[in-house]
């Protein structure tokens, strides 16, 4: 068998051999997982490899976007409904929780449950058991939870925005991925590769392209508020726009040069939290659609959001339709 870690999870500086050699130990245990780190870390393959070199890997691994949940539909969307439960509960649906069972659930952005759903969850996680909405049987089930968070759920906690006692049953075991400019090597190996991966896809399309040492430089400089993800998404964007032989795109230099005013500071800032957004919503917008299976509709729902206005998001990031398009978007 393939190991799942090696081929999905790349890199192999130190710090992030230990967070490898801490997933293979956490995933022999079947306990609860809670794993934080910045946004486009890792977290979401990490979660994925706990489960794959779990004894659950060949039952489901189910993810749940709790940020894209509607705060009224939360109950219902994990722990199911009966018919007639609600207006639009037409037919009974068995819930994420069912579909998880004997595998794993994955609550991914757990942060963004309202209060009232941390209540629920934490019911849920003291004794297993749980009922579908607008039913009466109590229903046992067997699955393995995983949590992540790219918040400071303990900065949360103080400010009463997350239950200190759900922190406590999801943080059994914590796990954090490391920020890649904490991560030495791993900028220039991770981006090596998905160069090669690039050159492999392009084959005959585009010359094969090597870095320009000056751009090994500035990938190594830079600070990647956006880490793997914003790595991958610049090599395929500047190797889509780039009709030579060497890869010399600039960083932008505010972007890699240490900030020297509040000024150059202040866009700096601004520009790394443009960025983030655009990352987040893209991510948001992207699961919401997964979720509701393409259709814009039912994703708005799922968002809460009017039809129109999140029509608008779907069409920005280009996931209005076949899943090639998205992967032709480099434009973020
Ligand atoms: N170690 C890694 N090796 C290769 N690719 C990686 C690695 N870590 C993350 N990636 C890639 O980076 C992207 C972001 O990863 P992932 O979705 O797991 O991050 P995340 O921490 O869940 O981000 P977010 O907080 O924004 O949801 C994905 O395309 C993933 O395949
Ligand atoms: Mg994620």
Redesign the pocket.
């Known amino acids: 068998m393939v190991d799942v870690l090696e081929s999905?999870?790349?890199?192999s500086s130190p710090q992030?051999a230990h967070v490898l050699a801490q997933i293979r130990r956490i995933a022999k245990f079947d306990v609860t997982v809670l794993i934080g780190?910045?946004?486009?870390?890792?977290?979401?393959?990490?979660a994925r490899a706990v489960h794959y070199l779990s004894a659950r890997a060949a039952q489901p691994f189910v993810p749940v976007n709790c940020g894209a949940l509607a705060d009224s539909l939360v109950e219902s969307e994990l722990f199911g409904h009966e018919r007639g439960a609600f207006t639009d509960a037409r037919h009974a649906a068995p819930g994420l929780i069912s579909e998880a069972e004997g595998g794993t659930l994955f609550l991914?952005?757990v942060d963004t449950l309202s209060l009232k759903a941390q209540a629920a969850l934490l019911r849920f996680l003291q004794d297993r058991t749980y009922r579908r909405v607008g039913g009466t049987q109590t229903r046992h089930t067997n699955v393995r939870l995983i949590a992540?968070s790219?918040a400071n759920l303990e900065e949360l906690v103080k400010t009463r925005h997350f239950r200190r006692d759900l922190l406590y049953r999801l943080k059994v075991m914590p796990l954090v991925?490391p920020p890649l400019r904490e991560r030495g090597g791993d900028v220039i190996q991770?981006a090596q590769i998905f160069l090669e991966r690039l050159n492999r896809d392009y084959q005959g399309h585009t010359p094969v392209k090597q870095f320009h040492p000056d751009l090994l430089a500035a990938l190594k400089r830079y600070s990647w508020p956006g880490?793997?993800?914003e790595l991958?998404h610049f090599i395929q964007r500047e190797y889509l726009m780039c009709e030579g032989a060497v890869l010399n795109a600039e960083l932008p230099q505010d972007r890699s040069a240490p900030p020297d005013g509040e000024e150059r500071y202040n866009t700096v800032f601004k520009q790394a939290k443009a960025r983030v957004i655009a990352?987040?919503e893209r991510?948001y917008v992207a699961s919401l659609m997964t979720r509701a299976r393409g259709n814009i509709s039912r994703a708005a729902r799922l968002a809460g959001q009017d039809r129109s206005a999140f029509s608008k998001l779907v069409h920005k990031y280009r996931l209005a339709s076949e899943p090639e398009q998205e992967q032709d978007s480099a434009d973020h």
């Open positions: 999905s999870l790349l890199g992030f780190g910045e946004t486009g870390t890792g977290k979401e393959l990490g991914d952005e992540a790219n991925m991770l880490n793997i993800r991958e990352d987040f991510s």
